[in-house]
């Protein structure tokens, strides 16, 4: 007996029966050009996913080099920008200071702003002189607590001045 599915020139027994063989189902051929289709479909849209890649790496690498190029720049004129700003900072303190000195040191309430920094500025220069801080306040004629409550408004003066000129106080 020959088995089913054994094949014999162009026919196949299937069961008894002779079938000829003519081509694959119509619903086969279809599906295979279908998955052919769609393989080339997927393989167009790789080749596109890597040019995409491609350019946006070209596309990094320059931005990367334009990135490097403004921080330069922006390095080099905050550099400008803060020597004059610490040169001028320099000269309002010098002139603050030279303005302190000027006047006879006694102990008298001290009621606006400028006057606080100017105390400031008077105690941290004779600390600086190489006095303690004890001497330093002596020197200037103003007791520590009262420094200590009235620091903030000097030392913002003094790091942040632009802050300090944005605030809108009462009495200066």
Do not use: C
């Not at 088995?3 to 694959?24: D, F, H, N, W």
């Not at 700003?85 to 309002?92: G, H, I, Q, T, Y």
């Not at 008298?108 to 500025?121: H, P, S, W």
């Amino acid at each position: 007996m020959i088995e089913p599915t054994t094949l014999q020139g162009r026919r196949r027994l299937t069961k008894g029966a002779v079938v000829p063989i003519y081509a694959p189902a119509p619903t086969a051929l279809h599906e295979i050009e279908m998955l052919k289709v769609k393989l080339e479909a997927e393989r167009e849209k790789v080749n596109l996913k890597e040019e995409m890649i491609d350019v946006l790496k070209k596309d990094e690498i320059y931005l990367q080099g334009e990135l490097t190029k403004k921080d330069a720049y922006y390095q080099e004129q905050l550099a400008k920008k803060d020597a004059n700003f610490n040169d001028e900072l320099a000269r309002k303190d010098a002139i603050l200071l030279d303005k302190m000195k000027n006047k006879k040191i006694r102990k008298q309430a001290v009621r606006n702003t400028k006057g606080v920094i100017l105390r400031y500025v008077a105690a941290l220069e004779a600390f600086r002189r190489g006095k303690s801080m004890k001497a330093a306040f002596d020197a200037v004629g103003v007791d520590r607590n009262t420094v200590a409550r009235t620091a903030i408004v000097a030392e913002l003066h003094l790091a942040a001045p632009e802050v300090f000129e944005s605030i809108s106080w009462n009495e200066r």
